[in-house]
C-alpha cells in the first residue's frame, strides 16, 4: 500500500483535473507519467486510480489501460433524467421541510454567481453552480437521497466544467437559478419544479448540440 498521504494528494491532484476539465474527456492516463509528475510510486498511483474508477470518473479496461470516462448522446440525456428524478425529489422535501433555509442558502450562492459573472469568472461561477444543486439535498437531509445524488455528482460536475462554459447556455442557466430561487422564496413548489425540470432537461439550443457531438467525438 502506498503511503496515506502520497494516495490522498495522488487522488485529490487527479480528480481535481478529471473535474476541472484539464484532462480531457475519453484521454488515456498514463501511471508512469503521472508518477514522475507528482514525484511519488507507481502504487499511490494505482490506488487513486482504483477509487476514480468507483466514483466513476475513470474507466479501466484490461490490457488497454485507464482512461477518463466518456458519454456519448444518449447516455448524457440519460444522465440527465437521473438527475431530474433525483433533484425533483429533493428540491420538493427541502421546500416542504426547510423552505426558510433553502431559500436564505440559495440566495447566498446566486448572490456569489452574479459576482463571478460580473467579473467574467467562469471557473467560480461554475464552481458555485455546481454547490447550487448540493444544496437541494442539504437542504432536504435525506441521507439516502444524497448518497444517490453523490453517484453522479462528480460525473457532473465534470460534464458542467467542459460544456456549461457556452455563453447561451451559462445566460440561460444563470437566468433559471434566479427564477428558482423566486419561486422557493413564495414557497411555490409548481413552479420551482418547472423551472429545475428544464433547467436541468433541456435537449434543444447549441448547448446540447454541442454537447452531444463532443461526448459522441
Not at 432537461?201 to 448540440?209: F, L
Request: charged residues 30%.
Amino acid at each position: 500500500m502506498g503511503l496515506p498521504g502520497q494516495f490522498s494528494m495522488t487522488f485529490n491532484n487527479l480528480r481535481d483535473r478529471i473535474i476541472s476539465g484539464e484532462l480531457e474527456l475519453g484521454s488515456q492516463l498514463s501511471e508512469a507519467r503521472i508518477a514522475k509528475e507528482l514525484d511519488v510510486s507507481r502504487t499511490p498511483v494505482r490506488e487513486a486510480i482504483n477509487r476514480l474508477e468507483i466514483e466513476g470518473l475513470l474507466e479501466v479496461e484490461p490490457q488497454r489501460g485507464s482512461f477518463i470516462f466518456n458519454l456519448d448522446g444518449s447516455e448524457l440525456a440519460k444522465l440527465c433524467d437521473a438527475r431530474v428524478a433525483l433533484e425533483t425529489k429533493a428540491l420538493t422535501v427541502a421546500i416542504k421541510e426547510r423552505p426558510d433555509r433553502l431559500h436564505s442558502e440559495l440566495t447566498k450562492c446566486t448572490d456569489r454567481m452574479t459576482s463571478a459573472r460580473a467579473v467574467d469568472d467562469v471557473n467560480n461561477y461554475l464552481a458555485e453552480d455546481t454547490i447550487f444543486h448540493q444544496l437541494l439535498f442539504d437542504c432536504a437531509d435525506n441521507k439516502f437521497l444524497n448518497d444517490a445524488y453523490q453517484t453522479i455528482a462528480t460525473k457532473m460536475a465534470a460534464i458542467r466544467n467542459r460544456l456549461g462554459r457556452h455563453p447561451e447556455h451559462m445566460a440561460k442557466s444563470y437566468a433559471e437559478h434566479l427564477q428558482l430561487v423566486d419561486a422557493v422564496k413564495v414557497s411555490d413548489t409548481k413552479t420551482a419544479l418547472e423551472i429545475l425540470r428544464l433547467h436541468i432537461d433541456r435537449k434543444e439550443g447549441s448547448y446540447w448540440s454541442e454537447a452531444t457531438q463532443k461526448s459522441s467525438e
